[in-house]
Structure formats: structure tokens, C-alpha cells
């Protein structure tokens, strides 16, 4: 998978790319992240990308000759699946979204900063928006960042155990289960004795019970009560 970004502070992604999964991923080869600099695709001299918004109000626009520039550069060199838009008002990010996500072969991302970006690269360039949350970020970098871990994870071949994706939570619709390590007790605090009884059939049982309990109890929206 390739993910090509476009961004005004491609540095704050040096933590959440360099680091862990993602970091490891990359270098396996299993996904390519190609950061531009959407200044360079400025069309003044003083590298601007914004402007002030026709008919006035706060705050300042992307505009939208660079925003094209960039995403036409990018076009001309590959097809690409989806021209994302990290957007407050997009589709909500969720397990499922990544997941369909993991499955495309080239993506760009355009993140957005200011008051937003022309309407008119929406329009004709964005072919899906994504929202990380009900909150306003001051940019799109962290919703961007957010949203390429929870796909470059769905990878087949990223995690170790093929499995440890399929078993996280929301996958089959439930949360995860309670976790526990050694030691089996402190401070007289016992991890549950079936987790200990080596019964694999029981204590998958058992496991089951406790995400069908949790999402219950924390996400009942999800088993539809
Ligand atoms: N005026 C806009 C908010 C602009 S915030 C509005 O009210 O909808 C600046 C940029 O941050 C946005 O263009 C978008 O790219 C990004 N952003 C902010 N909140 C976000 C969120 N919850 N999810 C994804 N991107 C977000």
C-alpha cells in the first residue's frame, strides 16, 4: 500500500511514523508513506497556501490552485483509490472504515488547516471525507496520523501474530476482553482463576462472555440494544 499525505507540517508526523507498528511496517515494505510539503506547490512568491475567505469572516482558507497542483502531480504518476479529506464533518473514522481502507492499493491524504480548504477541491478532487471525532483539531496531521496507524495495522503481515489484529476490539463487533500478566496475584489482587486453569475451550468461552459483558455494558449501540 502506498499513502501519499499533503500537509503544511510534515515534521509532526516524524513521532507517530518512525516509531513502533507503523515504523516496522514501512520498513518490511508492506506500506510506503510519502509526506509533500503543499508549499512547494505554492503559486506566489512568499510560498503562500491561504487566503482570506470571500464575502470576509474569521479565520483563513486553503486555496485551492496548490491543493491542485499537488493532487494532479500526484494523479499523473499513479491511479490512486481515494483522495481523502481529513475533514470534522466527514464520515466517522471506525474499525470498519480501516478496514476497507487496508484493503486499497494508493491513497492520498490532504490534511486541512486554517478555517478549512476551497469547497471547490471537495467538489471535484475529495472522494471521501473522514472525521477522527466530534471535536475541531487546529489541523488534519493528527486526524491523517490517527487514521494511517489504524490501517497500516489491518495490513495482513504487519503484526506479528496474524491473529492479534482479527482479535482486537470492535473486529467481530464486540470489544476486547480483560488482559492480564504475571504476577497472578498483587497486593492479594488475583487475576481470574480461569485464565490460569489451562482449559483452552473454557477460557475462550470465558473470554467470549467477557466481550459480549463489556460491549454490553460500554457500546450497547453495537450489539444493536
Ligand atoms: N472550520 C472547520 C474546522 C477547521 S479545523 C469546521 O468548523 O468544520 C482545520 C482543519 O483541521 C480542517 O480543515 C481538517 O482538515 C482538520 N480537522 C479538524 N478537526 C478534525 C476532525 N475531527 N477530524 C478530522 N480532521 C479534522
Known sequence: MRIDI?????EMFDGAFNHSIVKRAQQKGHVEIHLHQLRDYSTNKHNNIDDAPFAGGAGMVMMIEPVALCIEKLKSEREYDEVIYTSPDGVLLNQKVANNISMLKNIIILCGHYKGIDE???E?????????????LSGGELAAAVITDAV??????????????LSDSFQDDLVSPPV?????EFNGWKVPDILLSGNEKLINQWKHEQSVLRTRERRPEMLGE
Not at 495495522?153 to 501474530?161: A, C, E, H, K, T
Open 6 to 10: 499533503i500537509t503544511i507540517f510534515p
Open 120 to 122: 471547490r477541491i471537495r
Open 124 to 136: 471535484h478532487y475529495i472522494t471521501s471525507e473522514i472525521s477522527i471525532g466530534n471535536y475541531v
Open 152 to 165: 497500516i495495522r489491518l495490513i495482513p503481515g504487519v503484526l506479528n501474530d496474524e491473529t492479534s489484529a
Open 180 to 184: 492480564y500478566t504475571r504476577p497472578a
